[in-house]
């Protein structure tokens, strides 16, 4: 059974950092694409931060980028978002994705495995 299980949540001041993992297991997704997407209540799921299968090429939402950095430990099948500079719209909960292929995607059609999401709340 594939799983791919975040952590790293959390309540945090906004201008603070949080880091996530997403660990997976059952497959390597070593030749995969990663991805996190964030859903706050009342919306749609949305695009963060993609990677590439060699973590050589990533691309992120205009509303996280300069702020969030995503990578990843083939070695452990993990995959991190560095989160700074925290603001309260960024309050959600936090997907990990995994990749149909290895080329990054933004869209939620690229990823067919996916974790069970980390609550993270930004306050003021």
């Known amino acids: 059974q594939v799983r791919l299980v975040e952590s790293g949540g959390g309540l945090v001041q906004a201008g603070g950092s949080l880091r996530l993992s997403c660990t997976a297991s059952?497959?390597?997704?070593?030749?995969?694409?990663m991805a996190w997407f964030r859903q706050a209540p009342g919306k749609e799921r949305e695009f963060v931060a993609t990677?590439?299968?060699?973590?050589?090429?990533?691309n992120y939402a205009d509303s996280v980028k300069g702020r969030f950095t995503i990578s990843r430990d083939n070695a452990k099948n993990t995959v991190y978002l560095q989160m700074s500079s925290l603001k309260q719209e960024d309050t959600a909960v936090y997907y990990c994705?995994?990749?149909?292929?290895?080329?990054?995607?933004?869209?939620?059609?690229?990823?067919?495995?996916w974790g069970q999401g980390t609550q993270v709340t930004v306050s003021s």
């Open positions: 994705a995994g990749g149909r292929n290895g080329y990054r995607s933004s869209s939620l059609n690229g990823y067919n495995y």
């Open positions: 059952g497959r390597t997704f070593s030749s995969n694409a």
């Open positions: 990677i590439n299968w060699s973590g050589d090429s990533t």
